[in-house]
């Protein structure tokens, strides 16, 4: 079951309370106060993990709570610390706020942690308040609460390449074609129901990572079909094959189609019309040797040769076409850079205003 999309509760753990005690032994007057301090709660945790690729694990248990801390005790003992909770997303997840309106954390890189809630702190104990003039206090402090919130997770796939295309335009059979991935593949629309994704051997220095989104409809960036629950899934792809189905038992002509499909693109958030696309003519091999192929096949090329679009045509049942799109898209993603996260330029504009960089720019760096 793929799930892409959660909403959680995450609690810290209450910091301890500090404990009121004074030091009574035999033959030993006016021991004093020794009541020790409260720990500190525990701290709720996200962290990516690469072994996980969707969010079913917060489909049914949605709370996590951490430990709280415990309370101090007398002759000065301090309360135990509590254990902090660790929560594992796949990487590529996107934690917003309660209302799902402002983004809190990107989580894209194995191994990388937000602090979701942090702990409370614990309380002092009466002998933090001792002095000089207070021998014998007699205050003493609760431990505070832990953070507390709903925290909404949205799965965006990493991958460097994304199929978009009408449902049926032969998605998943090309990425089963070129792939490892062995998606679902039937004669009706809407087949593919969730992302797929495939690994790529373009060369033996160059493979890549490639995405079947679901089909896309008309109004899909505003509802329609599937296309809005999966159209997060293809922003942080580099490239795009735009598949466009050719074949005489396609409704309409691909001009249209592919106009369509580049409407949404372009209505959807993500700036998703922008990215660097290849247009792929698929189902050659239904064209035949008639009047069909130069209305349709030709057209279509004609059309993204005006627009200095690049054009393959393949079928992904003979195979014919596969291996000149493969060294297409290796050449196209060889010249388009991984695209940085939305914190990664922040992050460089800051280190800028320092006069600091990531490559050792400091003292330590220096002379090394």
Request: with cysteine; proline share 7%.
């Amino acid at each position: 079951m793929f799930v892409d999309h959660a909403r959680i509760f995450v609690a810290a753990g209450d910091g301890g309370n500090g404990c009121l005690s004074f030091r009574r032994e035999k033959y030993v007057p006016r021991g004093g106060p020794d009541g020790g301090d409260g720990g500190d709660g525990g701290s709720v945790i996200l962290e990516a993990d690469k072994d996980l690729s969707t969010l079913v694990p917060f489909r049914y248990n949605r709370l996590f709570r951490a430990e709280r801390g415990r309370h101090g005790q007398g002759a000065n003992r301090h309360g135990r610390r509590g254990e902090d909770l660790l929560i594992k997303v796949p990487p590529g997840t996107v934690v917003m706020d309660e209302t799902g309106s402002r983004k809190l954390a990107d989580l894209s890189r194995p191994g990388e942690r937000w602090p979701a809630a942090q702990g409370g702190r614990g309380g002092r104990g009466n002998a933090r308040f001792a002095t000089s003039t207070n021998q014998a206090p007699r205050r003493h402090e609760e431990g505070r609460p832990g953070e507390e919130r709903w925290l909404v997770l949205e799965l965006k796939l990493l991958a460097d390449v994304g199929l978009v295309g009408f449902p049926n335009a032969g998605k998943s059979t090309l990425l089963s074609r070129l792939s490892d991935a062995r998606p679902k593949i039937a004669d009706y629309p809407f087949t593919t129901l969730t992302p797929h994704l495939g690994h790529v051997t373009a060369a033996e220095d160059l493979s890549f990572v490639m995405a079947d989104i679901p089909g896309l409809i008309e109004g899909a960036s505003e509802g329609a079909g599937l296309g809005t629950r999966f159209l997060r899934h293809v922003e942080r792809t580099r490239l795009l094959l735009h598949l466009v189905d050719v074949s005489p038992m396609a409704e309409g002509s691909p001009v249209r189609r592919w106009e369509v499909i580049q409407g949404e693109l372009a209505a959807a958030p993500g700036g998703l019309a922008g990215k660097p696309q290849i247009v792929v003519g698929t189902k050659i091999d239904a064209l035949g040797g008639g009047e069909d192929r130069p209305d349709r096949l030709e057209a279509l090329r004609r059309h993204c040769a005006a627009r200095g679009l690049p054009f393959v045509a393949i079928s992904a049942v003979s195979g014919a076409g596969l291996a000149e799109l493969v060294r297409e898209t290796a050449r196209r993603l060889r010249r388009t850079p991984a695209s940085p996260r939305p914190g990664d330029e922040a992050e460089a504009d800051a280190a800028s205003l320092d006069g600091t960089s990531g490559d050792g720019g400091g003292p330590e760096g220096t002379g090394a």
